[in-house]
């Protein structure tokens, strides 16, 4: 009744899907695949300051402008903690992300909030803050217009603060009614919405300023500090949980009344954004028109596992007390890339590329994966090649010059990856 209910009374339009943005490479991938908005970090305040390659203050126009051109919204994650001596550049990069003319910025702590709502720009609460109660929801529903809710949650509490939201007209800083954010695919931490110390333990580098060491993803041995006794766990990663994966359970997504899915990723490379988003919007458009089915979700759990990921769990949304943990220290993807070379030239015209081989070798048959800044990810299957010289060959090797057809434009210095399945 409620997917019916879904079907009937919602559109597309009424929803967000939020793509993950840390590369250029990545944003052209978002804007391929149809992202409804992007969300990104600039410079060092945000969460993922250390994992990822940081956009620039300089970036910011450039990145507003490209979403905004294709009909993005555009995000920007001022959420870590911020320290007295580093006020002076939080203002700098709220009035710089104002005057590129970015949609909302994402903030966790009372000073940027404060300074954002001064400053006429929307603030969107971080799953940081951990909203998990009403109460808390209409205390920073003076300051904001999105909560990004705790990912411990189940939907049933998901749902229950919709329900009020909608009970009781709760409207947030703009006037608008609140729109609720939830985390739908990626990583999650074994810690309360990320609030982990491990890091900062171990390492003096502190998770919650962006900084995270990922103590946790690695395997661990316990130790009888009586005997000495030492048991190294079956399950080594103890501490790592799997990545966060809704599209089996999708249609109870959309009827929980969030309206605004997040894929993690920021840290991860554009082909995994152009997948994840890819399939998600399908995976929506499929629960609207009611075509949602089991032999869909397969093929949609063989896309997204070719594509980074650490095994898929449900999360705490179905009411589980404990995680899924890892046996894998890093990516269980089917699929991996390997270098090949850059492009060197595209003949528009004639619809062919040009490639030096840097890696390995190029044949006949083999899949590439063509990623650039502007280029996004395209995917080619080689059906026929030449070498330097304009001959049909069936492979060119590692220090030659390969030209082969592809249809879609492709740019000078896009980098080439030969694709390997697992």
């Known amino acids: 009744m409620c997917l019916i209910l879904v079907e009937m009374n919602k559109k597309r339009s009424d929803y967000e899907l939020l793509a993950p943005v840390g590369t250029f490479e990545s944003l052209a991938a ?10 990104f970090g600039v410079e060092q305040l945000n969460m993922r300051a250390k994992s990822t390659n940081n956009f620039k203050i300089s970036n910011l126009p450039e990145i507003v402008k490209r979403a905004h051109s294709i009909g993005m919204k555009a995000y920007l994650a001022l959420n870590t903690v911020i320290y007295d001596h580093e006020i002076g550049l939080m203002h700098e990069l709220a009035d710089r992300a104002k005057d590129a003319g970015v949609d909302a910025i994402i903030a966790s702590d009372q000073a940027v909030i404060h300074y954002v709502n001064s400053i006429g720009v929307p603030v969107h609460i971080s799953t940081q803050v951990n909203v998990s109660n009403i109460e808390t929801l209409k205390f920073y529903a003076k300051y904001a217009d999105v909560m990004v809710l705790a990912r411990e949650l189940s939907l049933s509490q998901v749902k229950f603060l919709t329900q009020k939201i909608e009970e009781e007209n709760i409207t947030g800083f703009s006037g608008e009614k609140i729109r609720i954010e939830i985390f739908i695919h990626g990583a999650l931490c074994m810690a309360i919405s990320g609030k982990c110390y491990m890091s900062l333990h171990e390492f003096n580098s502190s998770a919650n ?214």
């Open 30 to 39: 978002a804007a391929q695949a149809k992202a409804d908005g992007i969300y």
């Open 209 to 422: 300023r962006g900084a995270c060491q990922q103590t946790c993803r690695r395997s661990y041995i316990v130790t009888d500090k009586e005997t000495g006794y030492q048991l190294e766990i079956d399950n080594e990663y103890i501490m790592s949980p799997k990545d966060l994966a809704t599209f089996f359970f999708f249609d109870k997504i959309m009827d929980s009344g969030a309206t605004v899915f997040k894929i993690e990723g920021r840290a991860r490379g554009p082909e995994y954004v152009k997948t994840t988003v890819e399939v998600y919007n399908d995976i929506i458009n499929s629960v609207l028109d009611g075509t949602y089915s089991q032999e869909k979700i397969k093929d949609w759990e063989t896309e997204l596992s070719k594509v980074y990921n650490r095994g898929f769990w449900d999360g705490y949304y179905l009411g589980r007390k404990l995680g899924e943990w890892s046996n894998v220290h890093g990516s269980k993807s089917t699929r991996k890339k390997l270098y090949l070379g850059k492009v060197s030239n595209y003949f528009t015209k004639a619809g062919v590329a040009e490639v030096k081989v840097e890696a390995f070798d190029i044949k006949i048959g083999d899949t590439l994966m063509v990623i650039g800044p502007t280029t996004g990810v395209i995917e080619v299957k080689i059906d026929e090649i030449r070498d330097f010289d304009e001959n049909k060959v069936d492979k060119v090797e590692k220090g030659g010059v390969a030209t082969f057809k592809v249809t879609e434009r492709l740019r000078r210095s896009d980098k080439v990856y030969k694709i390997i399945e697992n």
